[in-house]
């Protein structure tokens, strides 16, 4: 079962910043929340990933709410290349942990 | 430059050939995988290594081996490949005690 829900897909004019939601109503408490993006049929990458504090590193910040039974990915100033598939994925760090279970994830537009 | 490299990118083959595609890794990363992308169906996880000699299936293994001898290498061998096998394949790597995951560029393979 899809342990994160996310709308299917989002646009955002270049430039502006562009805000991703992800819903997982289930997360335990050690779970971390993590965002990687697919940008055509290349490999996904990884964005950034927290516990419960909001993070911030180059590519984006993620705020996680205090139930932390939501998430928000900002791209801050989205540009044509972060047109792609965001993923939000919810599981334990590390360790013998190793299959990441990607959803169907948010598809990003980001138009001229 | 930190990467994992997946040989063959493209390849068209016919039913019940054997085929390897190769994986490798520079960042001697202990945790390996084998994803599949498929449309409508997402990645799916087909096997995973925690290390040298130790590997287990995914969520998809049927139709699959792999091995691993060395750290750096995880090949994926498909000893009778079939139409259903035809995919976008994935090839990932991580530190064990991190989860950020490296992904490989992509296999596209078509079974005839």
């Known amino acids: 079962d899809a342990k994160t829900t996310q709308p299917p897909s989002m646009d955002c004019a270049e430039g502006r910043a562009a805000n991703l939601p992800c819903n997982h109503s289930?997360?335990?408490?050690?779970?971390?929340v993590y965002w990687y993006r697919q940008i055509h049929s290349q490999g996904p990458q990884y964005i950034i990933h927290g516990l419960k504090n909001n993070e911030t590193n180059e590519m984006a910040s993620l705020i996680i709410t205090e139930d932390r039974k939501s998430s928000t990915l900002i791209l801050p100033h989205a540009t044509l290349r972060d047109t792609a598939v965001y993923y939000c994925i919810v599981r334990s760090y590390g360790g013998s942990q190793g299959n990441l279970i990607f959803g169907k994830g948010t598809k990003l537009s980001v138009k001229p | 430059e930190a990467q994992v490299t997946q040989n063959p990118r493209y390849l068209i083959t016919v039913t019940g050939k054997k085929l390897t595609v190769t994986c490798s890794q520079n960042?001697?990363?202990?945790?390996m995988s084998w994803y599949r992308q498929d449309p409508g169906l997402g990645l799916r996880q087909i096997y995973y290594s925690m290390n040298v000699e130790v590997t287990d299936k995914g969520d998809v293994p049927e139709g699959y081996k792999v091995s691993r001898k060395e750290k750096r290498n995880f090949p994926l061998i498909l000893e009778s490949p079939s139409p259903n096998q035809t995919s976008l394949y994935f090839c990932?790597?991580?530190?064990?005690?991190?989860?950020?995951?490296?992904f490989g560029p992509g296999t596209r393979l078509t079974v005839l």
């Open positions: 960042m001697n990363h202990e945790y």
């Open positions: 289930t997360i335990s408490g050690n779970e971390y």
């Open positions: 990932a790597s991580r530190k064990w005690t991190s989860d950020e995951q490296f």
